[in-house]
């Protein structure tokens, strides 16, 4: 399973909290609050397709035309079937506010990176050694089954870039995003005159 771990370093977050916590006898449900806020600012993410809003890259020609070919475009970026959107989830205890997700391939789609495949694949070819083409598509080959007798195989080695798509509300070197910033501290000041 794959995991990926980001912690807001903020003063004006921290200074905040800090405040409150002589106040509060039990801040679970304020930091289940804060919570809900950060997992509200990932699903705008999605919607908007970045902060500010458009700011993701676009997918790439083949992937658009993909997309197309399955009916899933035009459409939002990350989201084919919604899994990877609905897998974000808030988390929260007495000092801790959390989202975050469980999917496999989130962090590469959150962080960018590339991914190096290799491996083989076995074509089916003719008593002269020659690939056997697929009917009506002469420059597509026939896979070969394990059965066939007559194949070779033929490596298959690959590199995808993918570019970073941020949907936690997290800038690269750890901040809340803006918008983010400003509904935490929204929720922060609305608990503090609760308080008073």
């Known amino acids: 399973m794959s995991s990926i771990k980001i912690t807001v370093d903020s003063a004006p977050l921290k200074t ?12 679970r449900p304020l930091m289940l609050e804060i919570a809900e806020t950060l997992h509200a600012q ?17 997918l790439r020609p083949s992937t658009r035309r993909a997309r197309e070919r399955s ?10 079937s919604g899994r990877l959107a609905s897998s974000v989830q808030a988390a929260a205890g007495d000092d801790f506010a959390q989202v975050g997700t469980n999917t496999v391939y989130a962090a590469i789609q959150h962080l960018g990176g590339t991914i190096r495949r290799t491996g083989s694949v076995r074509l089916r070819t003719k008593a002269s050694g020659e690939l056997v083409r697929q009917k009506g598509h002469p420059n597509l080959a026939v896979f070969a089954r394990s059965k066939h007798k ?22 690269p070197d750890n901040q809340l995003i803006p918008p983010a910033m ?3 501290m929204g929720v922060l000041q609305a608990a503090f005159k609760k308080t008073r």
């Not at 699903?43 to 676009?58: K, V």
């Open 16 to 27: 905040a909290l800090e405040q409150l916590s002589g106040t509060m006898s039990k801040p």
């Open 42 to 58: 990932s699903m705008s993410l999605f919607h908007n397709e970045g902060w500010p809003s458009g700011s993701w890259p676009a």
């Open 71 to 80: 009916g899933h475009w035009p459409g939002k970026i990350l989201q084919v």
């Open 150 to 171: 007559r194949a070779t195989s033929r490596a298959v080695n690959y590199i995808i870039t993918i570019p970073a798509r941020p949907f936690l509300p997290v800038t």
């Open 182 to 184: 400003d509904a935490v």
